[in-house]
C-alpha cells in the first residue's frame, strides 16, 4: 500500500491546529451541518472553515489534538481498522428484525450515510437544534460542540445476516465459521453473536456512544441492539508511533501486534482476496470479538515473579523474559539457573506467539472495559478482545484454543463471557455518492 | 479449576530453597531506601557503593551483557548467601531487597551463571537500626516437611473414601453415593493446588463442563456428579459407562498418591505459602459462584475444605512469619476466625452443610467479602516467611 491509498490517512492538519477534511468527505461535508458551526459563530461558518481555530474555540475546551483527527470514511478498507487506534470503544451488536431484504439494504444505505457524515464531525439531518420546532431533532445532540475525535465507523455482518431470510446463504464466507466452545468459555448468551455489528472508535467517547445511539435510532423497525460493549482505553497500538498501552492486568499489552506499517503482513494476514472464496468480501476482513472478565481480585493478589511468569514479560518495561527491551523478539531458548526456559512454555507470550502457531497473526484492537461491579462487589472488568484476521478458524481458533487449555493467565485468571464472528465488508471507493438509492458498505453481498 | 502447574516460579524451586532462606526479614522496599545499582556485564560487576548502612539495602540490578546472569550478597567467606536474584535475562533489571545487619560481605554477579562469579568487598556499616537475621533455612524446609505430611495425610484418606464412594455408586446405590460424594471431595479439596500440580490428572479428575473444549472427553468426580444430580431427564448412564468413569476416578486417585508418596516427592516453604493463596482464590473464584458444584451445590464443603487447607499451609509457617511481621499473623488469626465463624452458622464438615442454593444473595455477599478479607493478607504470606 502506498501512503496515497491509505484508506485512513488523517486529514491534514492546518498550521493553526485544526483539521481541514479530506478530500472525499467533501461531499457529506458540504450537506451536514458541523458539530462546531453551529456552536460557533451564529452558523455563520460553515464546512471546512469551522474546523479551523474559530470553531475549535467554540469545541471543548480541553480537546486534544487527537481528537482534532478526523478520518476519511471512503476508502479500499472500510475504516477502523488499521487507522492509528482510537483510545475509546463503543461497540454494538444488533439482531436484524426484519425479513425484507428490501429493508435490510435501505438500513445499510442510511448507516452508510450517517457513518460518512458523522465521521466528519458533523451534525445528522437538520441537526440537533435547528429542525421542526413540533418534531424531535434529527441528531441527538450530545455531541454538539465537539471535534471528530477521530471517529471511525465499521460494519461488520454475522452469520444470521445468510441464514434463510435474505437469500444470502450461498454468500456465506467460509472464514464465517461457527466459533466452537473453548476450553473454560463461560458465555453468557447476553453478550454472543449478533447478525449486524458497528465498531465505533473515537479519542472522545461521548463521540463514539453519540455514533452509536444515533446509527441504533436509524435502525429501529429493522434492527435492534443485542448487545453493546463501552470501551475506556485501548489495548493495543495499529500504528508504529503510538505507545504500547497496558491491558487490565497492568502489563503493556499488543507488543506484537501487526501494525499499519507491515503492509505485506497486513495484507497476508488482515485482507480477505475475492480467492478465499467470495468475491464481495475483497478488502473486508473478519471480525472477532471477545467479552474477557478479568477476575482481577484474584490477580492483583498474585506475586509480582508470578505474574511476570504467567505473561512472559516484565510488568515494568514490557521487555521478554529472555532479555533486552519491549521490542526484542523473545527468544524461547534461553534458560535460566533451573534448566527451564526463562519464558516458561505455559507463559501467554510462549503461546500466543506466531512462531507457535504456524505463524499465524492478528490485527489485535481490544479495549479495557468495566460494567461497574457484580453482585458480590468485584469489577466486572476486562478486556473486550476484538481482533481482524483474514481467516479466523487458522489465525483465531488454534491460538485461543492453546491459551485455554494450557494458558495459566487465561485458566486461572480471566472469564471469556461474550463471543462473536462478523465478515467486515470492504470499503467504498471514494467519490461514491451516497444516499437512498447511493453507494452503501455490503454493497457488493446484495448485487 | 485446572491449573497445569503448580504456581511456584523458577526462582524458588526446591535446589534454591536454602538460598532462599538464608535470607531473614525482607520489607518490601520503600521510596526512602536508597537504591544501589548493580551493572552485570561479562567480565565486570559495578555496583555503585561498596558502603551501605545496616538496615534496609536495596540493589537494582541490570544485565548489561549478553547472557543470563545473577547477583548475590554474600557473606564474608564467600560462601554463604545471604540473599539473591537469579534469572536475569540480558537487558533486564531487577531489585534484591535485603535486610543486612553491619558487618563484612561480598557482591558477586555471575553472568552466563556458572563460576564463582565477579566478586568484591562490600561493607555495611552500623545505622543503628535493629536488625533481624535470623536464619530460617531448617524452620522452613521442616513447614516443607510438616505440609507435606498433611498432604500425604488427605491423600490416604481421600482414597479410603473416593473408594467407598465409588462402591455405592457402581452398586447402584446412588442415594448412598451422593451422601458420601462431598464428604470424599473435603479431602482433594483439602489440598488442590498440589493435586492440580500434576496438569496431567487434574483435568482427568476434576475438570468441569464449562472447563472442556469442544468434544473433549469428560471424565472424573464432576462428571460422575452430573449423572448423579441430573440437571434434566435423560442423563442416565449405562451400567458399564459407571463402571468405566469409577475404575478410571480410581486408577486416576491411586496414581495421585503414589506420586505424593514418592520418596522424591518434596514440597517447599514457597509452595506452601503459594498454596495457602491459591487455596483462596479457589473459593474467590469457584466455590463463592457456586460454579465448582453446580449439580450437587456441595459448594460449601469444598468451601470449608479450601479455607482448612489454608489454615494448615498458614499453621506450619506461623511462627517463622511472626517473627519477620508480627501484625501479618495478628491479621491472618482474625481474618482465619471471622470467616470460619460465618462458615459455622451453615454447618460444618462432619454433620453436613446447607447447600449453595440455599443461600441468599445477601448471605453470599457477606461470605464473599470475608473471602476477600482474608485473601488479600494471606496473599502476603510467602513473601513474609521466605522472600
Keep these: ?447 | 479449576m485446572p491449573r497445569p502447574a503448580l504456581a511456584r516460579p523458577a526462582a524458588a524451586s526446591g535446589a534454591v530453597l536454602a538460598a532462599l532462606a538464608l535470607t531473614a526479614c525482607v520489607p518490601n522496599a520503600s521510596a526512602d531506601d536508597a537504591t544501589i545499582a548493580v551493572e552485570s556485564t561479562a567480565d565486570e560487576c559495578a555496583v555503585a557503593t561498596t558502603e551501605a548502612p545496616s538496615g534496609t539495602v536495596v540493589f537494582d540490578v541490570t544485565n548489561a551483557g549478553d547472557d543470563v546472569t545473577e547477583f548475590y550478597l554474600l557473606a564474608s567467606d564467600g560462601l554463604r548467601i545471604i540473599s539473591e536474584v537469579e534469572n536475569v535475562g540480558p537487558g533486564i533489571t531487577r531489585q534484591l531487597v535485603v535486610q543486612v545487619p553491619a558487618g563484612d560481605y561480598i557482591t558477586a554477579c555471575k553472568p552466563g551463571m556458572t563460576g564463582d562469579g565477579i566478586q568484591a568487598a562490600f561493607t555495611v556499616t552500623d545505622s543503628g537500626e535493629d536488625v533481624f537475621s535470623g536464619d530460617n533455612a531448617e524452620r522452613l524446609a521442616a513447614a516443607g516437611e510438616q505440609y507435606l505430611l498433611y498432604v500425604r495425610d488427605q491423600i490416604q484418606t481421600l482414597e479410603d473414601k473416593t473408594d467407598a464412594f465409588l462402591a455405592a455408586y457402581t452398586a447402584g446405590d446412588d442415594d448412598e453415593a451422593r451422601a458420601l460424594y462431598a464428604d470424599a471431595r473435603v479431602h482433594w479439596e483439602r489440598i488442590e493446588p498440589v493435586a492440580e500440580s500434576f496438569g496431567d490428572l487434574d483435568p482427568m479428575m476434576d475438570a468441569r463442563e464449562a472447563d472442556l473444549a469442544e468434544d473433549e472427553e469428560w471424565t472424573g468426580w464432576h462428571r460422575i456428579e452430573k449423572n448423579l444430580w441430573p440437571p434434566a431427564e435423560g442423563y442416565d448412564l449405562t451400567d458399564a459407562e459407571k463402571q468405566e468413569l469409577a475404575d478410571k476416578l480410581a486408577a486416576d486417585t491411586a496414581e495421585l498418591a503414589s506420586r505424593v508418596n514418592a520418596e522424591d516427592f518434596v514440597i517447599d516453604a514457597f509452595q506452601v505459602g503459594n498454596g495457602a493463596k491459591e487455596l483462596l482464590d479457589e473459593v474467590a473464584a469457584g466455590k463463592i459462584t457456586g460454579e465448582e458444584e453446580i449439580w450437587s451445590h456441595t459448594d460449601l464443603w469444598d468451601f470449608q475444605a479450601n479455607v482448612d487447607g489454608a489454615a494448615v499451609a498458614f499453621g506450619v509457617l506461623r511462627d517463622i512469619v511472626a517473627e519477620s511481621d508480627a501484625d501479618l499473623v495478628e491479621e491472618l488469626d482474625s481474618r482465619f476466625s471471622e470467616l470460619n465463624e460465618l462458615l459455622a452458622q451453615y454447618g460444618s464438615i462432619d454433620e453436613g452443610f446447607v447447600l449453595y442454593t440455599e443461600l441468599t444473595e445477601d448471605q453470599i455477599v457477606e461470605l464473599a467479602r470475608a473471602v476477600d478479607a482474608l485473601g488479600e493478607p494471606l496473599s502476603r504470606l510467602t513473601a513474609a516467611a521466605i522472600a
Excluded at chain 1, 449478533?194 to 472522545?204: E, N, P, R, S, T
Excluded at chain 1, 480477505?272 to 477476575?295: C, E, F, K, N, P
Excluded at chain 1, 471507493?429 to 438509492?437: C, F
Design chain 1, 1 to 447: 500500500m502506498t501512503e496515497q491509498d491509505r484508506t485512513d490517512a488523517p486529514a491534514t492538519s492546518t498550521e493553526d491546529g485544526g483539521v481541514a477534511p479530506a478530500p472525499a468527505d467533501d461531499a457529506a461535508a458540504r450537506s451536514g451541518l458541523s458539530r462546531r458551526a453551529a456552536l460557533g459563530t451564529a452558523g455563520a461558518v460553515a464546512g471546512a472553515a469551522a474546523l479551523t481555530a474559530g470553531g475549535f474555540a467554540a469545541g471543548r475546551a480541553t480537546a486534544s489534538p487527537l481528537q482534532q483527527n478526523a478520518y476519511d470514511f471512503f476508502g479500499a478498507h472500510q475504516s477502523g481498522i488499521v487507522t492509528p487506534q482510537q483510545d475509546r470503544l463503543h461497540f454494538a451488536a444488533f439482531d436484524i428484525t426484519t425479513d425484507s431484504r428490501a429493508r435490510v439494504i435501505s438500513l445499510l444505505r442510511r448507516w452508510t450515510e450517517a457513518a460518512a457524515r458523522l465521521m466528519t464531525g458533523s451534525e445528522l439531518g437538520s441537526g440537533a437544534a435547528g429542525g421542526a420546532y413540533a418534531a424531535p431533532p434529527d441528531d441527538t445532540g450530545e455531541a454538539l460542540g465537539l471535534p471528530a475525535s477521530g471517529l471511525t465507523i465499521t460494519f461488520g455482518f454475522g452469520p444470521g445476516l445468510f441464514d434463510e431470510r435474505f437469500g444470502l446463504a450461498s454468500k456465506r464466507p467460509a472464514q464465517l465459521i461457527d466459533m466452537p466452545k473453548f476450553s473454560g468459555d463461560t458465555l453468557d448468551e447476553q453478550f454472543v453473536g449478533g447478525d449486524l455489528c458497528i465498531q465505533a472508535c473515537a479519542d472522545d467517547p461521548q463521540v463514539a456512544v453519540h455514533a452509536i445511539r444515533n446509527l441504533s435510532r436509524l435502525a429501529f423497525g429493522d434492527a435492534a441492539i443485542r448487545w453493546a460493549q463501552l470501551g475506556f482505553g485501548r489495548t493495543s497500538s495499529t500504528t508504529r508511533a503510538q505507545d504500547t498501552p497496558r491491558n487490565f492486568m497492568g502489563f503493556k499489552d499488543g507488543t506484537a501486534n501487526l501494525r499499519a506499517e507491515d503492509t505485506d503482513l497486513v495484507d497476508r494476514w488482515v485482507w480477505a482476496d475475492a480467492a478465499d472464496g467470495q468475491a464481495w468480501m475483497a478488502g473486508g476482513s473478519y471480525l472477532v470479538a471477545r467479552r474477557i472478565r478479568i477476575l482481577a481480585e484474584i490477580w492483583d493478589r498474585t506475586s509480582l515473579q508470578q505474574q511476570e511468569q504467567d505473561v512472559g514479560r516484565t510488568k515494568g518495561s514490557g521487555a521478554p523474559l529472555s532479555g533486552g527491551s519491549e521490542f526484542t523478539e523473545p527468544d524461547f531458548t534461553v534458560t535460566g539457573r533451573d534448566g527451564e526456559p526463562l519464558i516458561r512454555p505455559t507463559s501467554h507470550v510462549a503461546l500466543a506467539h506466531p512462531s507457535a502457531n504456524g505463524g499465524a497473526m492478528m490485527l489485535r484492537r481490544g479495549y479495557n472495559f468495566t460494567d461497574g461491579a457484580d453482585a458480590l462487589g468485584r469489577l466486572d472488568a476486562g478486556l473486550f478482545f476484538l481482533a481482524y484476521v483474514r481467516d479466523p478458524a487458522t489465525q483465531f481458533v488454534p491460538v485461543q484454543n492453546a491459551l485455554s487449555s494450557a494458558d495459566v493467565m487465561t485458566i486461572e485468571y480471566l472469564r471469556t463471557t461474550g463471543s462473536a464472528l462478523f465478515a467486515v465488508p470492504p470499503g467504498l471507493p471514494a467519490g461514491s455518492v451516497l444516499g437512498p438509492d447511493g453507494a452503501y458498505i455490503g454493497q457488493e453481498l446484495f448485487a
